[in-house]
């Protein structure tokens, strides 16, 4: 019999998402007449815009004809790709990216649970609490860590609290590391690290030898002008930071599936006698051996959004998101509600209502508002009592949420 890796039975539960999804469908099947709202998981709901689509026609318009066909392309992505990514996501706000610096995926789910395997099976690591659970579960999985304590916590990982009184921004961590991770805007918070603050982490890492995986996938939905995008609009981060970045809810790509990864020349690691390495180098090698590319057609469509149309078109999509956010963060703040996020970014974290736990108020506002949220504690440890709530949602639907959660909470 084959073994299996014994690393994913320490996993203490299902996956976040999925455990949503087995509850509200368990709910629906029950109470079929219900009309369920879902603010939970961050799907987006608006279609792909025209210059999107219209470059996906003409794409596989391509793939039909034999001279224009594309079978095997690049695996770091078109060149036409990158060279659009670094002109108008860097150079326009005064990053210099080198477009072979770019690597085009096929999400950031992907690329921040994979970054991990190119690094040491010692390597030690950091993570916000509360935060996107992949960071932490791939790790769990590759065999960083140890089990799950009664919090929930795993021995090997140094957690780095995210509270209401830090502004939900993690401290600097109290021992060295070799990796930490950082969102920002965060997943689940809403919280987005200035300049400043992100120049502690620069040096920080720089003088403790650390890379920082930096996920920028809702970089787009900053609104603050003076709020860094980019983890490179921070002098020195080329030497110590790797970024990811997503179309998913820029652009509606959660079904089209396109990103990207940017890995500075710059930025190296060592070997097991002390030698430097260059991490580009072993991402490269990583990507073109277990990865075959993202498809011609998404690609195009990709480019698609750095147009003067698709700009627009885009920026139009994200102006609807955040204005429900606004919508969902001021109603139940007028109804006495606890609310934070929402202003930078896509996502409301509130307070949980009369002393209930994350799960409590998720299953009471599932079961008597038929509104669908994401438990904190699923975050981490440091989310319980709270709730996320997404603005991915037909403003109609949003709405009528807000008013089913203050007509039954308030």
Same mark, same amino acid.
């Given at each position: ?9 320490? #996993? ?11 509850? *509200?469908?368990?709910?629906? $099947? ?37 001279? %224009?066909? =594309?079978?095997?392309? /690049? ?16 150079? %326009?706000?005064?990053? +210099? ?7 085009? %995926?096929?999400? &950031? ?7 991990? +395997?190119? !690094? ?10 509360? *935060?996107? /659970? ?23 990982? $140094?957690?780095?609290?995210?509270? +209401?009184?830090?502004?939900? #921004? ?13 969102? @920002? ?9 200035? =300049?400043?603050? #992100?120049?502690?982490? *620069? ?72 030698? @430097?390495?260059?991490?580009?180098? #072993?991402?490269?090698?990583?990507? &073109? ?5 993202? &498809? ?14 698709? %700009? =627009?078109?885009? $920026? ?45 108020? !998720?299953?009471?506002?599932? @079961? ?23 603005? !991915?949602?037909?403003?109609? =639907? ?13």
């Amino acid at each position: 019999m084959a073994r299996i890796n014994d690393h994913y039975l320490k #996993l203490a539960a299902g996956y976040l998402f999925p455990e949503i999804g087995r509850r *509200v469908t368990a709910f629906q $099947q029950a109470n079929p007449k219900a009309d369920v709202i879902r603010l939970g998981i961050g799907d987006v709901v608006l279609p792909l815009t025209p210059s999107v689509r219209q470059a996906m026609h003409d794409a596989v318009d391509e793939m039909a004809i034999a001279k %224009s066909f =594309k079978g095997y392309g /690049p695996e770091r992505g078109y060149d036409f790709l990158r060279d659009a990514i670094a002109k108008h996501d860097f150079r %326009s706000r005064g990053v +210099e990216i080198d477009p072979n610096e770019i690597f085009v %995926s096929d999400g &950031s789910k992907c690329d921040s649970g994979n970054i991990q +395997e190119i !690094f040491a099976e010692d390597a030690t690591i950091a993570i916000p609490d509360p *935060v996107y /659970p992949v960071y932490v579960d791939t790790n769990v999985m590759a065999g960083r860590t140890g089990a799950a304590g009664s919090d929930g916590r795993y021995a090997g990982i $140094q957690y780095l609290p995210c509270t +209401e009184a830090s502004g939900f #921004l993690p401290a600097l961590p109290k021992r060295p590391v070799d990796l930490v991770y950082l969102c @920002s805007p965060n997943n689940p918070t809403g919280a987005v690290a200035t =300049k400043a603050e #992100l120049s502690k982490w *620069v040096d920080w890492a720089r003088a403790n030898d650390a890379i920082i995986l930096f996920d920028a996938a809702y970089e787009r939905f900053v609104t603050d002008p003076a709020l860094p995008r980019s983890i490179f609009e921070i002098e020195g981060a080329r030497e110590c930071a790797i970024e990811f970045r997503s179309y998913s809810k820029t652009a509606g790509f959660t079904g089209i599936r396109c990103a990207y990864v940017v890995v500075p020349k710059e930025l190296t690691g060592r070997d097991a006698n002390g030698g @430097s390495v260059a991490v580009s180098k #072993l991402w490269d090698r990583r990507t &073109s051996t277990k990865f075959n590319g993202v &498809s011609y057609p998404v690609q195009r469509a990709a480019e698609a959004i750095y147009s003067e149309a698709g %700009s =627009k078109e885009v $920026q139009a999509n994200i102006d609807y998101y955040m204005a429900n956010a606004a919508i969902i963060r001021a109603g139940l703040a007028k109804a006495g509600f606890h609310t934070f996020g929402g202003v930078n970014a896509p996502y409301v974290w509130m307070k949980t209502p009369g002393g209930l736990d994350s799960w409590q108020f !998720f299953d009471a506002l599932l @079961s008597k508002a038929n509104v669908v949220g994401t438990p904190g504690s699923g975050f981490g440890s440091c989310g319980e009592g709270y709730l996320r709530l997404s603005s !991915f949602g037909f403003r109609e =639907k949003v709405e009528e949420a807000v008013g089913r959660i203050v007509q039954h909470f308030a």
